[in-house]
């Protein structure tokens, strides 16, 4: 059984920065991608942030381009998020993704931040940022 495990949430000022952290287990190959979502209470899940295991290639929501960063570590199949900056409007739930070894039929393809393209989900840390 996969399972994604999101740590490093919390409550900062505005301005301030959080990394935040996903480790894999159960899964023997690598992910082709992992990616970081995000959702606040009423709204529908969006993608932020997202990285191709093979290359390192990385992809980002512009409401987050400059401050997120994501970085992964494929020995363990995990991926992180360094968040700075950070807005009042960045306060969500943060949710780590990965999408199986093979993809589209090669290890190179990543879908896009579309939610049901996306194999396996962890259970989200909170984010919270006051102004």
């Known amino acids: 059984q996969v399972q994604l495990v999101e740590s490093g949430g919390g409550s900062v000022e505005a301005g301030g920065s959080l990394s935040l952290s996903c480790a894999a287990s159960g899964y023997t190959d690598r992910f082709n991608c992992m990616a970081w979502f995000r959702q606040t209470p009423g709204k529908e899940r969006e993608g932020v942030a997202r990285?191709?295991?093979?290359?390192?290639?990385?992809l980002y929501a512009d409401s987050v381009k400059g401050r997120f960063t994501i970085s992964q570590d494929n020995a363990e199949n995990s991926v992180y998020l360094q968040i700075s900056s950070l807005k009042p409007e960045d306060t969500a739930m943060y949710y780590c993704?990965?999408?199986?070894?093979?993809?589209?039929?090669?290890?190179?393809?990543?879908?896009?931040?579309?939610?049901?393209?996306?194999?396996?989900w962890g259970q989200g840390t909170q984010v919270t940022v006051s102004s």
């Open positions: 993704a990965a999408v199986a070894s093979g993809y589209g039929g090669t290890r190179l393809t990543c879908p896009g931040f579309v939610r049901n393209a996306w194999d396996f």
């Open positions: 990285i191709r295991s093979s290359t390192g290639g990385q």
